[in-house]
């Protein structure tokens, strides 16, 4: 029970705020059952598994850029000191998060264009990639600066220990959780990728489509398709996001 | 000759002077515990020697050996930070042969030097245990142990008793003080309480504002206090040496 009036308020802007971030979340299976007959009919529709296919893949292939990438930007964004640090760690991290990813699509698409990658299944991963890796690079870059305020790095190198060997058995390991962390978070947001891929890689069954794009290509026409690629995708975000947190979370469940 | 010698020292963060042309040698197999008020410049004085911070003037030389541009790692300076900074993921063991892996001892070179180690530290049985299982004390000593085990050219302790409680305090310091003269090893030794250092010292320097205001032997410094801030900073040990 609330303590006072004022805790009151509080407690009802919370229940305010929960309930429209879960009904959001989950209404999506509430159509479904309301519409479930059509919509089990084109579950497995050819178009709807190409889709399927090229957004888990391409996610997959992100997510592991990113931590490819991330291990080493991240020791480099912790350990070298240099003039703009803070600026660039905002243009890396997060203007991506909050730039329009239309607009990053269209700067593909004039940059990369002409090189032949448009409307490829690469322009996918790079255009998922640019708004996605971040989490991994910002998880990782934090998780770095905890280890070297503790001084673990100072230490390790005092025992004859160089870069290489700081990394791989003092930095990463004590990364794992984070790492995970962040992977599972980008491969989340590669999931839910939509305008920078659409612009950029267009939408190509089997190749380019990734389910986003179908959803907003057929919501129109075809909303049973719409509906059976949006809750199989959520289906599998929520599946996954849960699995890679269990995992980093040292396999117990969230409370 | 000097083991290390520290030449017309340096170092400023922003406007404030930390260490302010400090100068010192240390002898080999001598413990010189640096002793002074907090924010004194002792850790920066440490981190100094040990590499991980550069000095804007002056110069350090190990062994003959200027050292002013070797990384931390080229310059076998073993340090023992506060908190001891005990690998959480690795064990005991694991912790203590850090640096042997790092060297690419054979397995059972490194088993033999871990394990003689751990007999020295009297922490047999425990090789083990993740340091979160370990009391303050064995961490320190198994900190201690890790640092030994490359046989460094300098040891660097920065208040290798403050993080023990008060119970095993006094068992720990005389086992501390047992080992480095065992292992023949020159030391320099963080401590702001006097006690400790007079415990630990072969020599002991006072640091005030960024120099090293006094360096003598306890017996010599307890004798002659170059002024009065050295004397109130070693006054509880003139009312320790009258009670004993």
Request: include cysteine.
């Amino acid at each position: 029970m609330p303590k006072d009036n004022f805790e009151l308020i509080i407690y009802a802007l919370s229940f305010i705020f929960i309930a429209y971030m879960l009904v959001s979340l989950f209404y999506l299976y509430v159509a479904v059952g309301e519409s479930l007959g059509q919509v089990a009919g084109v579950l497995l529709d050819t178009r709807v598994l190409g889709a399927l296919t090229i957004s888990a893949s391409s996610a997959f292939i992100v997510g592991g850029l990113a931590v490819a990438v991330s291990v080493p930007v991240a020791y480099f964004m912790t350990f070298k000191q240099f003039k703009g640090k803070e600026t660039l760690e905002i243009l890396l991290v997060d203007m991506p998060q909050t730039f329009p990813p239309v607009t990053e699509g269209l700067v593909y698409l004039l940059m990369l264009g002409r090189f032949g990658l448009a409307y490829t299944f690469a322009a996918v991963i790079i255009a998922k990639f640019y708004v996605a890796a971040p989490f991994t690079l910002s998880f990782l870059t934090r998780r770095y600066r905890e280890i070297a305020g503790t001084g673990y790095d100072v230490v390790a190198r005092s025992l004859g220990a160089d870069t290489k060997h700081l990394l791989n058995w003092v930095i990463l390991p004590l990364s794992a959780r984070d790492l995970l962390a962040g992977f599972s978070l980008t491969w989340a947001r590669a999931m839910g990728e939509l305008a920078a891929t659409l612009i950029f890689a267009g939408a190509v069954p089997w190749r380019t489509e990734i389910i986003p794009t179908l959803v907003y290509l057929t919501s129109k026409d075809a909303p049973a398709i719409a509906m059976a690629a949006s809750v199989i995708a959520e289906t599998l975000s929520i599946g996954a996001l849960l699995s890679f947190r269990w995992i980093a979370g040292g396999r117990k469940w969230l409370t | 000759m000097a083991h290390l010698r520290v030449e017309g020292l340096f170092k400023s963060y922003d406007t404030r002077k930390v260490i302010d042309n400090l100068s010192l040698s240390v002898n080999a197999h001598e413990t010189l515990v640096i002793m002074g008020a907090s924010g004194c410049g002792k850790t920066t004085l440490l981190l100094l020697i040990l590499g991980a911070i550069r000095p804007d003037k002056g110069i350090i030389i190990i062994k003959d050996k200027i050292v002013n541009d070797l990384p931390i790692e080229k310059r076998e300076v073993s340090y023992v930070p506060q908190d001891f900074s005990l690998f959480p993921h690795l064990t005991v063991y694991g912790n203590i042969s850090f640096g042997l892996r790092v060297r690419n001892y054979e397995e059972k070179e490194k088993d033999r030097i871990v394990h003689s180690l751990l007999e020295a530290i009297d922490l047999r049985g425990l090789s083990e245990r993740k340091p979160n299982e370990l009391s303050g004390g064995q961490k320190q000593r198994v900190a201690l142990a890790r640092a030994l085990a490359v046989c460094p050219s300098l040891l660097l302790l920065d208040e290798p008793l403050s993080s023990v409680d008060e119970a095993t305090k006094e068992d720990v310091k005389k086992n501390l003080r047992k080992t480095l003269i065992e292992m023949k090893v020159t030391t320099i030794c963080v401590a702001h309480d006097p006690e400790d250092a007079f415990a630990l010292g072969d020599r002991i320097a006072v640091m005030h504002g960024g120099r090293i205001v006094q360096c003598d032997t306890p017996s010599r410094l307890l004798a002659e206090p170059k002024d009065n801030m050295v004397r109130r900073l070693i006054a509880p040990m003139y009312v320790l040496s009258k009670n004993h």
